[in-house]
């Protein structure tokens, strides 16, 4: 008598077989730009999955990781979604030609932020959709509900997009990735090379959980 | 060589193509008025019910019968479409009324045709529209092979085809049946074996005509309805409609159709125009550009959807029109490396869904605008294709990113020798550890916006923050993240 794992394992390859085009797409690596986080996360982000940036201390280097992140993309000539739920993004430090290729959405609530998250998650022209919920106390954050994740998460696995959620309290349930950035940037930051500054971000992956498919 | 492409029960079928909840009911097509209403079309399955029986009679055999007039808009909207795929043949085609039309395959390829002749039922399908078609050497025999199709008929050898069909195919009066019974004669190769002068003897020139239609024998010149110069669908609606489902229902056939119009000859539509006509007799016009011209109709109803969405008018809709403009599609190789939108329409019209949540001033691609106000940032629309990075002119940069608090936290700030040495807000609290500048800059004295302001870039705790110092007090502008 076969087990119930046993049933699940052979009900999925039945499904593989049946409906190969249900299945999300092979995901690929978008690297970040950021030399600790791509060693993180093996390469980059992975498109299909959400990955969860934490910001726990105010200045741990989330926001260079994010212009890192453009600029990165930038040369790759991706073009990227930044859903700013707080309208927190500034350009000082970047120039103009860093962000041609960002549809930069400026939100006032984090209701609008989820609507327009959710919107831009369907379209295939992104290849890395940022959503930024930092600046909104952690009991608003809390009270997201979860249908929002799971749309998130079915809207990447059929579009090769990666989605980053930048959080100040760890927020997604089904993040495949989660990084805090816990160790704060000191006063001499201000004045070092951006690229030493990043160099020497030293974020901490808290989850990794990798997408697979039952042979 | 010529094909008919008949769509049986044509007004029942335009019908629930309109009114798709009715699929499946038992519902019967009635014309005449009053007591003289005969049921004319049927849907299938309803067996007990025949044509001719009038509404009193129908309704005794199938209690739970739906008895609806034709409707106009759906049968010529639907007449529409199909002389639109019926183009896709040939340009020469003959509108019929009820649901056919006469296709002349003069010089097309006997080797496609057969695909051709599936794409057209498969797109009039997709249509909720039964299609038939025949197949024949001239449009007569063409036209009695569409009646006897299922689905396809193609008449290869018109004396064998001709002969066992049945009089009924000559549309002839109750005087001519009762007359043709008594003869003997019940299919039309009995009656060519009757002869000619002799029937023209008993009926005059009709019966002259009659022999020659059982004979197959054809010699009107086809009557190919023009090219629609404006690519047009309208409606008047019998009930006005307050809410967005009907009306997008019927936008949707309309997309469909003029979509098809419009893509005949590779051309596309850039420019769309509705109108909606108002109870109170106003009317709301919009233009729709699109970002490039297409023959999609996901596309051009996306469109129209995203802005009827959000539409309030002031008074129920009775009518509406919708106009394509029809311009060649473009014909651009991008660049080898450049990295254009997977699905421009998409793009566009996700944008705009967007745009409609938080405002248009909301959305875009930031660029620095011309001006020293400190914050000055512009939007504008995305570009469809992503450029090669320019090498910065300016300095390698320093230091982190500044993550902007729009409007700035108030905070109190406790001076020591003209410095911040201790910081008070909700934010943060703390001693100053660090400290950077201060950088002076005022300007635009000459506007109302004039600024004078003081940044310090200072260290409290485990954050770096940008105080602001402005003539209303000290503020954290943001922190360096």
Redesign the interface.
């Known amino acids: 008598m076969s087990s119930g794992s046993d049933k699940v394992v052979a009900l999925r390859r039945l499904l593989d077989e049946r409906f190969p085009a249900a299945h999300p797409r092979e995901s690929r690596l978008i690297p970040t730009g950021v030399p600790a986080v791509d060693h993180l996360l093996a390469g980059g982000l992975v498109t299909g999955t959400l990955t969860e940036f934490v910001?726990v201390?105010?200045?741990?280097?989330?926001?260079?990781s994010?212009?890192a992140l453009l600029l990165s993309t930038?040369?790759a000539?991706?073009?990227v979604a930044l859903i700013d739920a707080?309208?927190?993004?500034?350009?000082?430090?970047?120039?103009?030609?860093?962000?041609?290729?960002?549809?930069?959405?400026?939100?006032?609530t984090l209701g609008?932020a989820w609507?327009?998250a959710d919107?831009?998650a369907?379209?295939?022209?992104y290849a890395v959709i940022v959503i930024d919920v930092?600046?909104f106390p952690e009991r608003e954050l809390l009270r997201t509900k979860d249908t929002v994740w799971v749309r998130l998460q079915r809207a990447a696995e059929h579009t090769e997009t990666a989605i980053v959620i930048q959080t100040t309290t760890p927020l997604v349930p089904n993040a495949a990735m989660r990084l805090t950035f816990d160790h704060?940037?000191?006063?001499?930051?201000?004045?070092?090379?951006?690229?030493a500054?990043l160099a020497a971000l030293t974020p901490t992956l808290q989850r990794a959980r990798q997408r697979q498919r039952t042979a | 060589m010529f094909a008919v492409i008949l769509i049986p029960d044509f007004s029942l079928h335009a019908l629930l193509r309109f009114n798709p909840a009715l699929r499946g009911e038992p519902v019967a097509i009635l014309t005449g008025e009053g007591r003289r209403a005969r049921v004319a079309e049927v849907s299938a399955g309803v067996t007990a019910v025949a044509p001719g029986m009038t509404a009193a009679q129908a309704l005794a055999e199938c209690p739970a019968l739906q008895l609806l007039n034709p409707s106009l808009v759906a049968e010529r909207e639907t007449g529409a479409l199909l002389l639109s795929v019926a183009w896709t043949l040939s340009p020469w085609v003959e509108p019929a009324a009820s649901g056919r039309c006469t296709v002349d395959l003069t010089g097309a390829n006997a080797d496609t045709l057969p695909a051709q002749l599936r794409a057209v039922r498969t797109q009039l399908s997709l249509q909720g529209l039964p299609v038939k078609i025949g197949v024949g050497p001239n449009a007569l025999l063409a036209r009695y092979a569409a009646h006897l199709a299922a689905p396809d008929l193609w008449v290869r050898d018109a004396g064998a085809f001709l002969k066992p069909l049945p009089l009924s195919l000559l549309e002839l009066t109750a005087d001519e049946e009762r007359l043709f019974a008594d003869l003997g004669i019940r299919t039309l190769g009995e009656l060519t074996a009757f002869p000619r002068a002799a029937l023209n003897n008993r009926l005059g020139g009709r019966g002259d005509a009659l022999w020659s239609r059982a004979a197959g024998e054809w010699s009107t010149p086809l009557q190919p309805a023009p090219f629609p110069a404006r690519y047009r669908a309208e409606a008047v609606l019998e009930e006005a409609v307050e809410t967005l489902e009907p009306l997008l229902f019927l936008l949707r056939r309309f997309c469909e159709r003029l979509a098809l119009e419009v893509g005949q000859f590779g051309q596309g539509t850039a420019r769309l125009a509705l109108t909606l006509q108002l109870d109170n007799e106003k009317h709301y016009h919009r233009t729709f550009d699109l970002p490039e011209p297409t023959a999609r109709a996901d596309t051009l109803f996306a469109t129209l959807e995203n802005h009827l969405a959000t539409l309030q008018t002031d008074s129920p809709i009775v009518g509406l029109s919708l106009e394509a403009f029809p311009v060649r599609r473009l014909q651009t190789q991008e660049g080898l490396?450049?990295?254009g939108?997977?699905?421009a329409p998409?793009?566009y019209a996700?944008?705009g869904?967007?745009a409609a949540?938080?405002g248009a001033d909301?959305?875009?691609?930031?660029?620095?605008a011309d001006s020293h106000q400190p914050?000055a940032?512009a939007?504008r629309p995305?570009?469809p294709i992503?450029?090669?990075?320019?090498a910065?002119?300016?300095p390698?940069?320093?230091?982190?990113?500044?993550?902007?608090?729009?409007p700035p936290m108030p905070a109190t700030v406790e001076l020591t020798e003209t410095r911040p040495s201790f910081l008070v807000s909700s934010?943060?609290r703390g001693d100053v550890?660090?400290?950077?500048r201060p950088v002076w800059s005022n300007g635009e004295w000459w506007t109302p916006g004039a600024f004078a302001r003081e940044e310090w870039?200072v260290?409290v705790?485990?954050?770096?923050?940008r105080l602001l110092h402005a003539p209303d007090g000290w503020f954290i502008e943001?922190?360096?993240?």
């Open positions: 910001s201390v105010p200045s741990g280097g989330s926001q260079l994010l212009g930038r040369l000539r991706q073009r707080a309208g927190s993004f500034d350009l000082a430090g970047l120039d103009d030609d860093a962000v041609a290729h960002l549809v930069w959405a400026r939100c006032e609008e609507r327009v919107l831009a369907r379209d295939p022209n930092r600046g704060p940037l000191d006063g001499q930051s201000l004045v070092q090379p951006r690229v500054v | 490396f450049d990295t939108l997977k699905d998409m793009f996700t944008l869904r967007m949540i938080i909301n959305l875009g691609t930031p660029h620095h914050d940032i939007l995305p570009a992503v450029p090669e990075r320019r910065p002119a300016a390698a940069a320093h230091g982190p990113l500044l993550r902007r608090l729009r934010l943060a550890t660090a400290l950077r870039d260290q705790g485990s954050g770096l923050y943001g922190i360096y993240d």
